[in-house]
């Protein structure tokens, strides 16, 4: 009471905001209308702002982890930017591990953490540095978010309020994007500011010179068996037109990263599939021998390369294009021949404008494209053999089997573990789709909550969500948020009856000992959860029944969990086996047809470094 | 297969173990029989080694933020040590919240998270230091650990595991006690390593001089109002009945923090309540006139001292024992007249000899006790009163009814908001009994998993756990392991439809505007989704069924989710208004009856700082 007399007062003679005011005030600039919050004491005064807003508003979430991945791919989906806002100590530590997914794929966002008094915090007055806390619920949570945030900064005074979200903003949409942290202390949230004009410095970005663009054009002109590597940084930059342009002009094979799924068509003449440990054998022998790399925002992880990276694409002249000069510069076993580091949008651009002055297109080595063309023929990534039982689903049939039933705008999220990689595997993209998952920080948890933060960011636009039995658990209690806020998400869950892709790890290297994969472990019967929150169940246990359920969940107006019944011991297939170079995937081709698609050297490799799954 | 061999090998001829079977038995010697998991690829080996063990198992946990406050609970009830092991990335950092839980509280646990390989790490190869991963589920655990651990250490050389653990041990022990991490790459895990010695460093103690005991003990001796404030550091020692002795001895007042609740008994003539701003009228008004304080472990944090230090105890000789220089060496407005830097046990062991050798009890003002004596009968902390709503359970009617059937042996774990401070008004503690919360993180959702960490510990014996409509949601998906591992767990959700203690602010300070807390808030229907996990269900809503339902619920040996439904706008009485001394709690007494009860100058004060309830 007495603080809004001072603000009056205040307000009156300056002309003042407060600061929470000003912070919506940047959101809705920065084109944010919905912010994902979880209130309490230390944040109470920032989430009041929204009173009398009709610009922006809030979204309740019922847990913060759940909440920064909504804002995560809110940010996706908008290809722009996101808020949440959680209280102090608890409040802001809970959004680590949904930070964590922004910050290893480079999504920009911003996390308001409330935080308690300047006065009362560690530091705030003498001798209190060396304290743990000096109140409760406090937590050094700047220092705790730094490595996984592109800037994280406690607001030590109102006035730098315009200052500080400037700076935030372009660090976090600056070079290779990603989230930023504002930790507001309760005190300043309520003080006036004097209002100041908006501090305007746009994001830089590094061009390569002319020569260089000259350079890769004759490089990729004369090589014989040139290849695109379309990555995250395509879809992050927003050059998915761009991208689809140039293979127009190039006419030369394209294969992509799990990241970059979603930025070219499966049924693109020029696709052959992803590369890597769980890559098509198409795509991989593609790459494997290719003579020259064209690769576009792909940071060439361990996933892709295998885990004997100096045995990728061993004789191919690899362009390396990232806005990030730290994934150029690796030395670990793979050496680009012309490292450009500039933004993909950019890149792709300058090089599509020399291609088509050029007049070029590849044709100069059409046998290429054939061998290209009879590999993806020979080896579809999903085979009607695979039908195999007939008292469960076979992941790969059904995935398939959505894809084709799916829309063009439609938003697909898979989660982490094996349905992750079935998913991968058999899902063939139309263009226009968003297809992705939280790829480099790779939470099990995070696909549904994604798709309520994809759903709310298009209008409440129906969402698919591919889940597992174990995954799903860690942000069920958002099935609360879903039916808040009405949304018609498609939750697939896979239930394999506990973690499979462990299970298969297990089963090749510990003798089958299913610890805490599948013994030990439960999971609740879904169909009674659907029940308990109201909202509709399916489920199927029989390929033949797939089509008519997945039509049925999609008819549907509203949320829908169809649980899909799969076997405890379904594998994935194929799948690199440790220390074997991405070309030779298991289960093995038979010797003689293996050398028969090999164009360079092959190798028979052997190693005892096995990796995370 | 190939590493079978190998260990096989190494194991004949060197007597070596693997780093994973070194980690059990340090566990087992440290009196651990249940690791907290959730397995992945990066933890899997380590995990793999539980296989041959009869000495130490796990407990498969939905979601790593609930293992780390099962760990959290499981060690406060055994008093002594535990472990949770996840994988790297989102299953690390996954735990952050619960660690901070452990941080807060000076609880010694320690949290294994699985890494991925040395080489495959950030800065494990040339030139991958400026990348933000190299994989995937790859994080800087250590760094985002640091702030909230005693110690956060990343495996290099298997050889040094014994060396590490040992550090890791005495540094989770020693001194103000609390959490450390062991990030252990997947590559090191099945290392095997020459058995070595064990490695013996305990713990020392600060203890202070005599002379000072003799002094404190003059002190008291010619203080007229002296009292004893119970703090959690007696718990944290282990000196319940260490204090529960000097008590006896010294005949002095008592009161407690609320993380000192549990050590006297509520029925103790010389036990007060809890003080601070939400504590007893008796207590505050207590500590509030003694001439003298002799703190045992408490770092009288803002929620004691209310929001201006100054005015606490204002003129009171303040002798504080703390292990922790940090928190003596505080200057916010409280300045101790002695600091003691010394353990609580070793303390008071060494403080109630003095006083049984000098024969000494406190005697010569009568007055005094009976001062106290008259305050407690005036304003019991639960009155009949509170019995308004005839279709609503009031909840300190209820809290009281529930103490009167809880037994000695009972664990009782509130969580965070208006129940917990109802509860924690309400409750009368037997000695015998465990009583906490993560009073210092205090996060939503801790109470939950905490019941079944302390159930665990305790060979399944009932838990009690008090929860909010809202928090309960947080972890709630750990229903599925109360019913995998048959937990009797009586869970109590006080249903208030929103965040309440939040709404009391609102309706304070911000005009009754119910963002986030109300507007926009739902919670699920809990006794469908008691029925979904088949947990049995009772519900509540008249004060004069709350006997029976409590009895029905205890008599039960199995889980049960007892909903108790409060009214909407139930408040929490009495409460400190911001900026007032201790001693004025709302809602105010009558002037003439609050200055009689001052024996000090009483102070009228006001202020604008508004704190996190």
Known sequence: MKFKKYTKKLGKKYKTKSVSEILLDFLTEKKVDKVFVLTGGAIAFAVDSFSNRKDISYICVQHEQAGAMMADAYSRVKNNFAATMSTSGPGATNLITGIACSYFDSIPNIHITGQVNLKEQ?????????????????????????????????????????????????????????????????????????????????????????????????????????????GGGVRYSNSVKELNKLIKYLKIPVVSSWSGTDTISSNNKLYYGHVGVYGSRAANFIIQNSDCILSLGSRLDTRITGGKPETFARKAKLIMVDIDKGELSKRRGLKPYLEVHEDCKSFINRFSN????????????????????????????????????????????????????LKRNDII????????????????????????????????????????????????????????????????????????????????????????????????????????????????NYKKIAKAYNIKYLSVKKDKDSRNIIKQSLVSKKAVIIEVFIHPNQKIMPKLAFGCPIEDLEPRLDRKEFLKQMIIKPIISDSNVIEAN
């Open 354 to 405: 020399k291609v088509r002055n050029e007049n070029f297109s590849f044709s100069h080595d059409k046998n290429w494209i054939k061998y290209c063309n009879s590999l993806k023929k020979k080896y579809p990534t999903v085979s009607k053999l695979f039908n195999e039982d007939k008292n469960f689903i076979n992941p790969y049939l059904f995935v398939e089997e959505l894809s084709k039933q």
């Open 122 to 230: 560690r530091g705030g007055m003498p001798g209190t540095s060396n304290s743990r806390q000096i109140g409760f619920q406090e937590t050094d949570i700047v220092s705790i978010s730094k490595p996984i945030t592109k800037k994280s900064i406690q607001l030590k005074k109102a006035e730098d309020i315009y200052k500080v979200l400037n700076d935030l903003y372009n660090c976090s949409q600056s070079g290779r994007r990603g989230p930023v942290l504002l930790d507001l202390p309760m005190c300043l949230q309520r003080k006036g500011v004097v209002q100041s004009k908006k501090i305007i410095n746009k994001p830089k970005h590094q061009k390569i010179k002319l020569s260089d663009i000259n350079k890769i054009y004759k490089i990729i002109k004369y090589s014989e068996r040139p290849v695109i590597l379309s």
């Open 413 to 524: 999220i898979p989660d982490d573990g094996g349905h992750l990689t079935w998913f991968m595997q058999a899902f063939k993209t139309k263009l226009g789709q968003r297809v992705f998952s939280a790829f480099g920080n790779s939470p099990m948890g995070y696909s549904f909550p994604a798709a309520i933060g994809a759903s709310i960011a298009k209008n409440k636009q129906r969402v698919i969500c591919i889940d597992g039995d174990g995954s799903f658990q860690i942000n069920m209690q958002e099935l609360q948020t879903v039916v808040n806020e009405k949304l018609p998400i498609k939750i697939f869950i896979f239930n394999n009856g506990g973690y499979g892709i462990i299970k298969q790890f297990q089963s090749l290297y510990l003798g089958k000992r299913y610890n805490a994969s599948g013994i030990g472990v439960s999971a609740p």
